[in-house]
């Protein structure tokens, strides 16, 4: 698999190693070629495109949820099976709204 890092945040690009890269490649790839790719929604969310994005595999469908700043940099891209992809909540504690 083959990453283009200069459209990764310096901190996405750091936490998407070798190791990492190579582990996700293996699993994407024994889904085989997506059926259909969906972008169900784009929004902002905290200064930046917060995308959710539906790939559908033969038997399988996962959700991805990818945040990209205004400079273009992708920050994150999550993907799962199933039900959409959520970033982690904050812990009550530390919730100020």
Do not use: W
């Amino acid at each position: 698999m083959t990453v283009d890092r200069a459209r990764l945040s310096e901190e996405f690009s750091y936490y998407l190693s070798d190791e990492k890269l190579r582990g996700a490649a293996a699993r994407i790839k024994a889904l085989g070629e997506p059926e259909d790719v969906v972008v169900e929604s784009v929004t902002e969310r905290g200064g930046m495109d917060h995308a959710v994005i539906t790939f559908v595999f033969e038997g399988v469908t996962a959700r991805g949820v990818l945040y990209r700043t205004p400079d273009g940099k992708i920050q994150q891209f999550l993907l799962g099976r199933g039900e959409p992809m959520r970033p982690p909540r904050k812990p009550e504690h530390l919730d100020n709204s």
